[in-house]
Antibody, heavy 120, light 107 residues
Framework: EVQLLESGGGLVQPGGSLRLSCAAS????????MSWVRQAPGKGLEWVSA????????YYADSVKGRFTVSRDNSKNTLYLQMNSLRAEDTAVYYC?????????????WGQGTLVAVSS | SDELTQPPSVSVSPGQTARITCSGD??????AYWYQQKPGQAPVLVIY???ERRSGIPERFSGSSSGTTVTLTISGVQAEDEADYYC??????????FGTGTKVTVL
């Protein structure tokens, strides 16, 4: 059974940093591109960042480019999102999601999400 | 434009048909995907590649495409179908883009 479990969310002050993790199980992690998708309170889904299966290729939404860094450790079956220079508008539930084909196709499995709140 | 536009809300009585549209320049050259999201839960893939129903999804869910508009149809709506629905495709930069989302209310 495919499982994705996010962790690392919490309350952080504007300008602060946070690292999210997504532990994957039930599939061969290194074979799949992975993404982070966020949802601000009461708002729609916004794709944030993606990384190829081997980790060589990374992609970012303009809203986070230069502030967020996606990475993965295939030996630990874990996806990461390092978030720096956080802003109030980064407040959201962050989901990790698996792309069954390649980067920029679609998502067949999602985690339950972790809440990031940026506030002073 | 890379935007995918959906109606904010659709209301339907039980047993009737709900149609949710998604319009954008990504179509028809890109595939459309549809997700269902219930309150407090993660999104769930419902339809992939315009009209393929994911395993385990009830047959009352179907997808179609016509020109620059794709449509998710729920035939014989049930109370459990009340949720937010999002379309998704690939944008001109080759990354993911989501639709604006549609709240389906079962009257």
């Amino acid at each position: 059974e495919v499982q994705l479990l996010e962790s690392g969310g919490g309350l952080v002050q504007p300008g602060g940093s946070l690292r999210l993790s997504c532990a994957a199980s039930g599939f061969t992690f290194r074979n799949y591109a992975m993404s982070w998708v966020r949802q601000a309170p009461g708002k729609g889904l916004e794709w944030v960042s993606a990384i190829s299966g081997g980790g060589a290729n990374t992609y970012y939404a303009d809203s986070v480019k230069g502030r967020f860094t996606v990475s993965r450790d295939n030996s630990k079956n874990t996806l990461y999102l390092q978030m720096n220079s956080l802003r109030a508008e980064d407040t959201a539930v962050y989901y990790c999601a698996r792309d069954p084909i390649a980067v920029a196709e679609y998502f067949d499995y999602w985690g339950q999400g972790t809440l990031v709140a940026v506030s002073s | 434009s890379d935007e995918l536009t959906q109606p904010p809300s659709v209301s339907v009585s039980p047993g009737q048909t709900a149609r949710i549209t998604c319009s954008g320049d990504a179509f028809p050259k890109r595939y459309a995907y549809w997700y269902q999201q219930k309150p407090g839960q993660a999104p769930v893939l419902v339809i992939y590649k315009d009209s393929e129903r994911r395993s385990g999804i009830p047959e009352r869910f179907s997808g179609s495409s016509s020109g620059t508009t794709v449509t998710l149809t729920i035939s014989g709506v049930q109370a459990e179908d009340e949720a937010d629905y999002y379309c998704q495709s690939k944008d001109s930069a080759g990354t993911y883009v989501f639709g604006t989302g549609t709240k389906v209310t079962v009257l």
